[in-house]
């Protein structure tokens, strides 16, 4: 059982590349989430999902978009990386939402130059 | 604004000792939950605790929550090493307030000295 994982580890990009994060979960969860960590701010979060082919905005979309195309998979696409996008980004599924346990993956740190 | 808010922002105490952090909260909740970061690692759940429930265990971790005065604590007793790490709270406010968002402070460091 890998729980969530992500990949890349870690990535830079110029301003104005484009890159896709990938997230997978094995445990059969409905819900997945994308957040950004950045230092003296709590985790935010930029896109969910409550199923398969499902996506909603949360806090700080803009800038991202997201698929959902399996039900284990979720990807987070930024189309023109900004500087002001550099962040540690994490990748999370529960079974029932909000009101349950999210498992996090191990992140992905983003250096945009 | 951030909803929850923990306190202090760093804690350093002596392997054995109890560590108290404390997170404040501005609306009402449907839950709130603990969870701890090692450096470089994401996030793990601790403990979740309802609006309904005033006090929770979980081996060497004990949570409270006031409701009233819209805060919560965790308790770590006897500190190891290995629970050096920052500790978030997240609160639930419910679907009138974004959804399936679960808002996080911004959280406490907790250095454990051997």
């Known amino acids: 059982n890998a729980g969530v994982t992500q990949t890349p580890k870690f990535r830079v990009l110029k301003t104005g590349q484009s890159m896709t994060l990938l997230c997978a979960q094995d445990?059969?969860?409905?819900?997945m989430y994308w957040y950004r960590q950045d230092p003296g701010m709590g985790l935010r979060l930029i896109h969910y999902?409550?199923?398969?082919?499902?996506?909603a905005k949360g806090e700080v979309p803009d800038g991202y978009n997201v698929s959902r195309l399996k039900k284990q998979n979720f990807l987070l696409g930024l189309e023109s990386a900004a500087p002001s996008q550099t962040s540690v980004y994490f990748c999370?599924?529960?079974?029932?939402?909000?009101?349950?346990?999210?498992?996090f993956g191990p992140g992905t740190r983003l250096t945009v130059l | 604004s951030q909803q929850g808010e923990e306190d202090p922002q760093a804690l350093s105490i002596q392997e054995g000792e109890n560590a108290t952090m404390n997170c404040s909260y501005k609306?009402?909740?449907?839950?709130l939950q603990w969870y701890r970061q090692n450096s470089g690692r994401g996030l793990v759940h601790l403990i979740l605790?309802?609006?309904?429930?005033r006090e929770k265990h979980s081996g060497r971790l004990r949570v409270t929550l006031d409701t009233s005065k819209k805060s919560s604590s965790l308790l770590i007793t006897a500190s190891r090493a290995a629970d050096t790490a920052s500790y978030f709270c997240?609160?639930?406010?419910?679907?009138?307030?974004?959804?399936?968002?679960?808002?996080f402070g911004t959280g406490t460091r907790l250095t454990i000295i051997p």
């Open positions: 445990m059969n969860h409905e819900y």
């Open positions: 605790i309802r609006s309904n429930e």
């Open positions: 609306t009402s909740i449907n839950n």
């Open positions: 999370a599924s529960s079974l029932r939402g909000r009101t349950d346990t999210q498992y």
């Open positions: 997240a609160t639930d406010a419910g679907p009138n307030f974004g959804n399936e968002k679960l808002t």
């Open positions: 999902s409550v199923g398969e082919g499902t996506t």
